[in-house]
């Protein structure tokens, strides 16, 4: 018995679903950023409270680093996620 059956079409990639990893890189930026955020609160609250000094220019230095360090991220987060804007405007 011969079968007059014709073979699927190839599929085609761009139709197929794509698993993303996006989310998880969002995620770890925001984990990353806010490790730094705590160690930059702790660097300042051992400096105020503990050995009572002024903070000095490497404090403020660390303040600025940590405030343009989640510059590039808040890009990011906007075009892949619009409702964020909100959070981070």
Known sequence: MA???TAPPPLDPSQLPHDTQ???IIMCI???WV????AVYARFYTKISISRAKPAAS????ISALVR??????PACCLSHPGL???LA
Do not use: D, H, K, Y
């Open 22 to 24: 996006q989310p998880n």
């Open 35 to 38: 490790v730094a955020a705590l």
């Open 85 to 87: 804007t909100i959070f």
């Open 59 to 62: 404090e403020w230095c660390l």
């Open 30 to 32: 925001i984990f990353t």
């Open 69 to 74: 360090s989640g510059a590039p991220a808040r």
């Open 3 to 5: 079968s007059n059956s």
